[in-house]
């Protein structure tokens, strides 16, 4: 099979880091919801997770200031309202009236929890020495929450330009990472 060559501007499709998440921050009028795709997880033990905010987005100066957020882990059912969040600004929207997304109390930081997502994790930022050159945040996880009742959650996951992939089927296959 002959490979093609393939854009730059387009390799982030390839390297999709995992789930369509929705950061929740604390403004001082009012919680921003923002959607994001660019994460990944650095260290265990803790647990750190490394996230890229644009400068030019409403929660990179709530995150800057406060310090804290929450991320929430929606599953298929929230796509369109992960996305609708994603192309509206939290300057001039309250996303989670517009969207219908139900704030519930966080218990380490003031960002709210989004009561719909599967999973939710509060953060504070740990480190930010790479902020203002790369926009790229370490958070520390606080506190997770999971809700049990749902089953088999299926995240989405961004393929770029409007193109979203639902995870698949699980499977398992030896390994000693356990």
Same mark, same amino acid.
């Given at each position: 099979? /002959?490979?093609?060559?393939?854009?730059?501007?387009?390799?982030?499709?390839?390297?999709?880091? @995992?789930?369509?998440?929705? =950061?929740? /921050?604390? $403004?001082?009028?009012?919680?921003?919801?923002?959607?994001?795709?660019?994460?990944?997880?650095?260290?265990?033990?803790?647990?750190?997770?490394? *996230? %890229?905010?644009?400068?030019?987005?409403?929660?990179?100066?709530? +995150?800057?200031?406060? $310090?804290? *957020? =929450?991320?929430?882990?929606?599953?298929?059912?929230?796509?369109?309202?992960?996305?609708? *969040? $994603?192309?509206?600004? @939290?300057?001039?929207?309250?996303?989670?009236?517009?969207?219908?997304?139900?704030?519930?109390?966080?218990?380490? =930081?003031? /960002?709210? +929890?989004?009561?719909?997502?599967?999973?939710?994790?509060? *953060?504070?930022?740990?480190?930010?020495?790479? %902020?203002?050159?790369?926009?790229?945040?370490?958070?520390?996880? +606080?506190?997770?929450?999971?809700?049990?009742?749902?089953?088999?959650?299926?995240?989405?996951?961004?393929?770029?330009? $409007?193109?979203?992939?639902?995870? @698949?089927?699980?499977?398992?296959?030896?390994?000693?990472?356990?």
């Amino acid at each position: 099979m /002959a490979k093609r060559s393939f854009p730059l501007s387009k390799v982030y499709q390839l390297l999709e880091p @995992g789930p369509v998440v929705m =950061v929740t /921050a604390a $403004g001082k009028k009012r919680a921003n919801i923002m959607t994001m795709s660019w994460h990944t997880m650095m260290e265990f033990e803790p647990p750190l997770v490394g *996230c %890229v905010i644009s400068n030019r987005n409403y929660t990179f100066d709530i +995150l800057k200031k406060t $310090g804290e *957020c =929450v991320i929430n882990i929606p599953t298929r059912e929230l796509a369109k309202a992960a996305i609708a *969040c $994603g192309n509206t600004s @939290g300057r001039t929207v309250d996303k989670f009236k517009t969207f219908r997304l139900t704030p519930a109390a966080a218990s380490l =930081v003031k /960002a709210p +929890l989004i009561d719909e997502c599967y999973a939710n994790l509060e *953060c504070k930022v740990v480190d930010a020495r790479m %902020v203002e050159k790369y926009n790229f945040f370490i958070l520390e996880v +606080l506190k997770a929450w999971i809700d049990p009742s749902k089953k088999d959650p299926r995240t989405i996951h961004h393929r770029g330009k $409007g193109m979203f992939m639902v995870d @698949g089927r699980t499977i398992r296959i030896d390994s000693k990472m356990k």
